[in-house]
């Protein structure tokens, strides 16, 4: 009788993913359509500029940035940049060498600077020799809080002290109080696998998304607090209540941009790994819905060495559950019975 009634539940589970799953699919972009870390409509001419070992584009780009102060667009632009010149930086030398003082040069030469010391086995000693350059991008443009997001990066690299990291936020805030990016460093620096603990980093991520504006990015940073609490696998009651409040807050964040808009797209992204993680799986189905093709390698890189392949199975295997809870229905209608 038992193993009648586990094959019974076996073949309702199978006939609900296979009559379920298909309808599922709608919204959803087909997995040749799915892109990773696709950059947006001002940014792909400066990277195709730089394939051809052009730095114009992108100078104009960074320029424009500045000064009509787009800080979040900025430091977007300037990681994009330094990740495309960690392997060709044959246009960002021609533009130095042109331009030795353009603070957007400078400010993209940091950048590359600290991703690659930070690839090195000596990270600390590396980052510390390559502090003057994070300096000469803070004095390219006082107002840009960009190079300071990058020296939170760089001072946590370097095991700086809670007092000179806090010296260090003071100057980032002091040029832009919501700047998502700076944000996002003192989150990292915080977190429990760095220099604080999973409770210092929800008390900040909250705290920062109560006194964030409108609409801004900075309200996701509990789900980043969220996910990082989820990937020590250390949860309790207490703190997987607060990893579905952060859930919670950034659907309501989500929901306030257009579905497959790229702005928004990591938030989604990161979303939709912590429901996965805490098995809500309609809730993360609709936010692979809203994602659409744009997949942003962090988070699924940290499950995978392949985000993207990462991406689609989460991403079917959350339709697969969403189908298994939908009741068959028979003609009519009407749920079918199996036994009495």
Excluded at 225 to 235: I, N, P, R, V
Aim: glycine content about 6%; charged content about 25%; overall charge negative.
């Amino acid at each position: 009788m038992v193993h009648t009634m586990s094959l019974l539940r076996a073949l309702i589970r199978t006939a609900r993913m296979i009559r379920h799953t298909p309808p599922l699919a709608d919204g959803l972009p087909p997995d040749e359509a799915v892109l990773l870390d696709a950059p947006d409509e001002r940014l792909s001419p400066s990277l195709v500029a730089a394939a051809l070992g052009e730095y114009e584009p992108a100078a104009k780009l960074l320029a424009t940035t500045r000064e009509s102060a787009e800080w979040e667009n900025r430091d977007r632009y300037v990681m994009r940049l330094a990740a495309f010149a960690y392997s060709r930086d044959e246009w960002l030398a021609t533009w130095l060498a042109a331009a030795p003082r353009d603070p957007d040069a400078l400010v993209v030469k940091a950048q590359l600077a600290v991703r690659r010391a930070w690839d090195s086995p000596a990270r600390a000693e590396r980052l510390r020799e390559i502090g003057p350059l994070i300096d000469a991008a803070a004095e390219g443009d006082r107002h840009d809080p960009v190079p300071w997001r990058i020296s939170l990066d760089h001072a946590r690299g370097t095991h700086a002290t809670h007092t000179a990291f806090e010296s260090l936020w003071e100057q980032a805030v002091r040029r832009s109080p919501h700047h998502y990016g700076c944000h996002v460093a003192a989150l990292q620096y915080l977190s429990a696998q760095w220099y604080g603990s999973h409770r210092e980093c929800f008390d900040f991520a909250e705290q920062a998304a109560a006194d964030a504006l409108p609409g801004s990015l900075v309200q996701a940073l509990p789900v980043r607090a969220a996910f990082a609490q989820l990937l020590s696998g250390d949860t309790t009651s207490v703190q997987d209540d607060r990893i579905d409040a952060a859930a919670d807050l950034a659907i309501t964040l989500s929901a306030e941009y257009q579905a497959g808009d790229p702005w928004p797209a990591e938030v989604r992204n990161l979303l939709a790994y912590v429901l996965v993680g805490r098995g809500r799986w309609t809730d993360a189905l609709e936010q692979f819905r809203l994602i659409g093709p744009y997949v942003t390698s962090f988070p699924w890189s940290y499950a995978s060495d392949d985000p993207l392949g990462q991406f689609l199975e989460a991403r079917d295997g959350v339709r697969i559950e969403v189908a298994s809870a939908v009741p068959v229905r028979g003609r009519g209608g009407r749920s079918r019975s199996f036994g009495h």
